[in-house]
């Protein structure tokens, strides 16, 4: 099986969609792929995170991908900061990247805007940390999304000049699974935004720790509009909230929004927001049970993650040492 590596910040619980986007994903590839699923604490201090915070939500990071149907028995699942092929290959990789294909980097654009100078080096250089999570691995295939091909493809530049530089074939290509039925979540305030853990407002987006009585009242409050749902989903091109909100119907019950809007076409929303909170509330609310008591035990979390960071270093740790002897490091 060819080995997929997937990572995730712990930065807030993770949301619906996070779920829809990504979790959901790496559930159904443990099937037929060799997976290494990896909390990138790492990644998360490219800004300021409170010492107690990032440990905390670390362990909920973790709690809610085991809800969710990762199995770390089978699987790999830790933590980034516990392996130190990361920060090894990462400086590696460091001086293998090119300023001009870091200054490409659209993220960094929309993350920096016009406050460039006042960030973290650690948010410039973040993906060549990236690609050297994934290299010191071997893995060849990464669960991405639309926005996220330029990572992947500056990680293939870099393992593609390394391998140059020193004369080698070592790191291999990795290739993105674009999954066809990952979905685009949108904020319930604002149709035009993504939902997000850093939004200020918990009633524009639904966490995996909600609660059914939370479920359905963020959803009776989310913003929609006064016109009736279309029949076809061309008819929701101008309407960013009505869209969201039926994309979400139609991603969690693995439907097409044309197949939603066949059954709730023409009716207004307040039936349709029922049922959808309805359908959430049958999907979500085990999960967040069952997150909410795994986080009653956060000792046996941590087992978790530290067995987990034992596996991920039996299989980095070989990969990256032969990568610093390559480089010419004493050993």
């Known amino acids: 099986m060819q080995r997929v590596f997937s990572g995730i910040q712990p930065t807030g619980v993770p949301q619906l969609g996070n779920y829809l986007g990504a979790i959901r994903n790496w559930v159904r590839l443990q099937d037929d792929h060799d997976c290494v699923f990896c ?10 995170r409170e010492p107690a915070q990032l440990r905390q939500d670390s362990l909920a990071q973790a709690a809610c991908l085991i809800a969710s149907g990762i199995d770390p028995q089978k699987h790999v699942l830790y933590n980034q900061s516990a392996v130190s092929a990361h920060a090894r290959l990462g400086w590696i ?10 200054n490409r980097m659209t993220q960094f654009k929309e ?69 066809p039925s990952a ?16 939004d200020p407002s918990a009633q524009s987006r ?12 963020k959803i009776r409050k989310a913003k929609s509009d006064t016109e009736p749902l279309p029949s076809e989903n061309a008819g929701l091109a101008a ?8 994309t979400i119907f139609a991603a969690m019950s693995d439907l097409s929004n044309d197949d939603v809007l066949a059954r709730f076409g023409g009716q207004g929303f307040g039936p349709f927001k029922s049922a959808l909170a309805e359908l ?19 000792a046996h979390l941590e087992q978790i993650l530290r067995e987990g960071a034992a596996r991920a270093n039996a299989i980095a740790e070989p990969i990256v040492t032969e990568a610093e002897r390559l480089v010419g490091y004493l050993r």
Request: hydrophobic share 45%; with cysteine.
């Open 111 to 179: 993350k920096a805007g016009k406050d460039r100078e006042q960030h973290s080096a650690g948010l410039f250089v973040y993906p060549a940390l990236m690609a050297a999570d994934i290299h010191a691995f071997h893995a060849t295939r990464v669960p991405v999304g639309e926005d996220q091909k330029q990572h992947l493809e500056i990680a293939n530049d870099i393992a593609a000049k390394f391998n140059h530089d020193y004369g080698v074939d070592f790191f291999p290509t990795i290739e993105p699974l674009i999954p």
């Open 206 to 217: 639904i966490e995996l720790t909600d609660t059914a009585d939370e479920i359905a009242l």
């Open 39 to 48: 909390l990138v604490d790492m990644h998360a201090l490219t800004v300021f």
């Open 183 to 198: 979905a685009r979540v949108m904020s319930l305030r604002d149709g035009t935004k993504k939902m997000s853990k850093s």
């Open 93 to 102: 990789f460091n001086c293998v990247v090119r300023l001009g294909w870091l």
């Open 280 to 298: 959430l509330v049958e999907k979500l609310a085990p999960v967040a049970s069952e997150t909410r008591r795994l986080l009653e035990d956060s």
């Open 239 to 246: 309407r960013p909230e009505a869209r969201n909100l039926v």
